[in-house]
Nanobody
Framework: QVQLVESGGGTVQPGGSLRLSCTAS????????MRWYRQAPGKERELVAF???????NYSNSVKGRFTISRDNAKNTVYLQMNSLKPEDTAVYYC????????WGKGTLVTVSS
């Protein structure tokens, strides 16, 4: 079993930056892909960023060029650096992995507001 714990959310003004972290309870990051999803109020959960076990990354069109996903295997942690934040980025952000089954963290809230 794997626990995923997100942190780093908060309130930021438009144009600001935040870095989210997701730490896994086991040393699996070198053998699994990791994903960041988000869910805004009244909307479905959407995939934001993906990093493969080999380090290949992919992003949704809505965040491409502004968000960066990275991984520190030694710390069992995946990051989401979010720059040039917009009000429409406001959502609960979740990390996710599949390791025999789907695992999700409880999420961290990001609010972008002036």
């Amino acid at each position: 079993q794997v626990q995923l714990v997100e942190s780093g959310g908060g309130t930021v003004q438009p144009g600001g930056s935040l870095r989210l972290s997701c730490t896994a309870s086991r040393s699996i990051l070198s053998i699994v892909a990791m994903r960041w999803y988000r869910q805004a109020p009244g909307k479905e959960r959407e995939l934001v960023a993906f990093i493969s076990r080999l380090g290949t990354t992919n992003y949704s069109n809505s965040v491409k060029g502004r968000f960066t996903i990275s991984r520190d295997n030694a710390k069992n942690t995946v990051y989401l650096q979010m720059n040039s934040l917009k009000p429409e980025d406001t959502a609960v952000y979740y990390c996710n992995t599949f390791y025999g089954m789907d695992y999700w963290g409880k999420g961290t809230l990001v609010t972008v507001s002036s």
